[in-house]
């Protein structure tokens, strides 16, 4: 059985950073075969992608709002993927999934909240 599980949200101050994992398991290959992706939702707005590590080495971010403040990486050996969030806003407080894209198969986890407050 496929499984992503995400770990590390929780409350950060306006500029405070927050470093998501997400673990997969079950997967035949490992996280090494999937694209892995985080995507996020806010209260009464779709879900946006926030960041893509594709299988074959490449990280790409969407919007253009965390540009230089997230970074996405993956740990072939830990089956696990992170998205680090820095310079942290307000607007970043959403609830981050994780995605893995294996041929024509999507995964979602169950989301991990992310709460950006003084």
């Known amino acids: 059985q496929e499984q992503l599980v995400e770990s590390g949200g929780g409350l950060a101050q306006p500029g405070g950073s927050l470093r998501l994992s997400c673990t997969a398991s079950?997967?035949?290959?490992?996280?090494?075969?999937?694209?892995m992706s985080w995507y996020r939702q806010a209260p009464g707005l779709k879900r946006e992608l926030v960041a893509t590590?594709?299988?074959?080495?490449?990280?790409?971010n969407y919007p253009r709002s965390v540009q230089g403040r997230f970074t996405i990486s993956r740990d072939n050996a830990n089956n696990t993927v992170y998205l680090q969030l820095n310079s942290l806003k307000p607007e970043d407080s959403a609830v981050y999934f994780c995605?893995?894209?294996?041929?024509?198969?999507?995964?979602w986890g169950q989301g991990i909240q992310v709460t950006v407050s003084s």
């Open positions: 995605n893995a894209l294996k041929d024509a198969a999507t995964y």
């Open positions: 079950g997967f035949t290959g490992g996280i090494s075969v999937l694209t």
């Open positions: 590590h594709t299988k074959f080495g490449h990280a790409v």
